[in-house]
């Protein structure tokens, strides 16, 4: 328990709303009336996730899982119950002898020997333990979830406004193209061209708003909505990160719950195989009770020990198979530590690669592209440049643009996978 609060508590530490790359905050309550009425236009990411907490219902069944394992923990630690037993001998007797006819009363008491009933208990208590952990792992996926579809309703905003932009473009294309055809300076088809592309951007606006109408539709399944009540949402695809070096992040990936999870579900096996060691001890039954003579009406004590003797069981069968059970779990335990390193180191150089792809076109090619489409719009106006260079300059400007805002998204979901696989945001392992 106490790792599974630590974990929860890296988990809680959240970034400023507008920042991409935030973790939630422990779940406290939200007035998710508030949020989910017609009045909230606007939505955050601090408010979708926490609205997937506590209305997802895959999360709640973890939940009920581990209070019923609570149960099973309870029900291990039991010493199990007497047993009355009442003996009624010689029923059919009609003799009226001392020992013709007699009854008796014992209770008995099964005394569990070799700490069995300590391991069997601890053995459930780490049960109970993995599966806090496993709902901690789907707690971290659902949050990662949230996250990424809300990068996407946030990348579908601006990819809009991007075909908005490039609609207006091509109109003042079509404009000018109009002006120099009725002016005598151009043929007619740079008209029709130019409409050509005009009817292409309207196209890309169509595509642009069912996209944008879908990831908002998947967005609001994550807590069970069928219909977006928000407007838009609030985020800042251009929010960055300060990268740690490769080991300080790899230092920090057995906090994940996966790798907690393996680690309980060993610390488990361990315990069973405990289990079965004493299970070869075997248990002691006493009895204790008196009997009644019918025909002396005379009565004596009864005290009785029994105890099996271990001469063909000895619990080998399930010795072994608890022996097997560590092993492999061992091997599940080094099986997910490898494939959590192999995704962080995934995650982490895919990310490397994405800051230095938004840096050069943020910083040389997009700047470059608005540059020479502004000649080169100016450049037509004037003559100087034909119309299929001015065409030329506008499909780069808008093909790097769009680059740029893919190259955005997908830093911000490596941000996401990354903080997934650490449980903590990234700013917590710099720090």
Known sequence: MGIL?????????????SDMSAIVPEEKHVDVALILSAEKKELTLREAIQLALQRNPELAAFEKEIHALGGITLQAGLVPNPVLQFDQEDVSSRADGPGARFSSIRISQLIELGGKRSARTHAASLGQERAEQDYAIRRLDLIAQVANMFTNVLAGQARLQLALAGQELAQKVVDAATKRVQAGKAPP??????????????????????????????????????????ERVLGDLESFVVIPEFNVLDDRIRANPLALSSLRN??????????????????????????????????????????PLPLFNRNQGNLLAAHQRVDQAMDQWTATDLQLRTLLVQAYEALLAADNEITMLRDEILPGAKQAFTMANRGYELGRFSFLELLDAQRALFQNQTLYLNALSNYQRLVNEIERLIAAPIENAVN
């Open 189 to 230: 088809i740079e008209e029709t061209r130019a409409k050509v592309v005009l009817a292409t951007a309207n196209i890309e606006l169509n595509q642009s708003q069912r996209d944008l109408a879908a990831v908002r539709k998947q967005l609001v399944l994550l807590w069970g909505d069928q219909t977006p009540k928000f």
């Open 266 to 307: 060993l610390e488990q096996r361990k315990a069973l195989l405990t289990l079965e060691k004493a299970r070869r001890i075997p248990d002691v039954t006493f009895n204790a009770g008196v009997r009644r003579y019918g025909g002396a009406h005379d009565t004596t004590a009864l005290v009785g020990l029994s105890i």
């Open 5 to 17: 609060i630590l974990i929860l508590g890296l988990i809680s530490t959240a970034f400023a709303e």
